[in-house]
Nanobody, 118 residues
Framework: QVQLVESGGGLVQPGGSLRLSCAAS????????MGWYRQAPGKRRELVAR???????NYAESVKGRFTISRDNAKNTVYLQMNSLKPEDTAVYYC????????????WGQGTQVTVSS
């Protein structure tokens, strides 16, 4: 059974940075596409970024140039570096496993809260 555990969320001021981590177990991580999604109150869950097993990436337009997704196959971990954070980035961020560069897989973490506020 695949397990995805997120960490790194918190409260940050506008313009600040955070790095989220997602540790995976129960799968051959190096073969596994990964992604980050977010859901703000009253809104649908949306794509933030995805990365394939080969390192190709796909970003939502709203985060391009500010967020970077990366992976460390030796640590079975995917990261989301978030810079120049804005209040509208406030949401619960979810790690996703499987799928393709464009579409999510079936495996989800429990989420980590990111709040951008002064």
């Amino acid at each position: 059974q695949v397990q995805l555990v997120e960490s790194g969320g918190g409260l940050v001021q506008p313009g600040g940075s955070l790095r989220l981590s997602c540790a995976a177990s129960g799968t051959i991580f190096s073969f596994y596409a990964m992604g980050w999604y977010r859901q703000a109150p009253g809104k649908r869950r949306e794509l933030v970024a995805r990365i394939t097993s080969g390192g190709s990436t796909n970003y939502a337009e709203s985060v391009k140039g500010r967020f970077t997704i990366s992976r460390d196959n030796a640590k079975n971990t995917v990261y989301l570096q978030m810079n120049s954070l804005k209040p509208e980035d406030t949401a619960v961020y979810y790690c996703n496993g499987g799928g393709t560069i464009f579409f999510p897989g079936d495996d989800w973490g429990q989420g980590t809260q990111v709040t951008v506020s002064s």
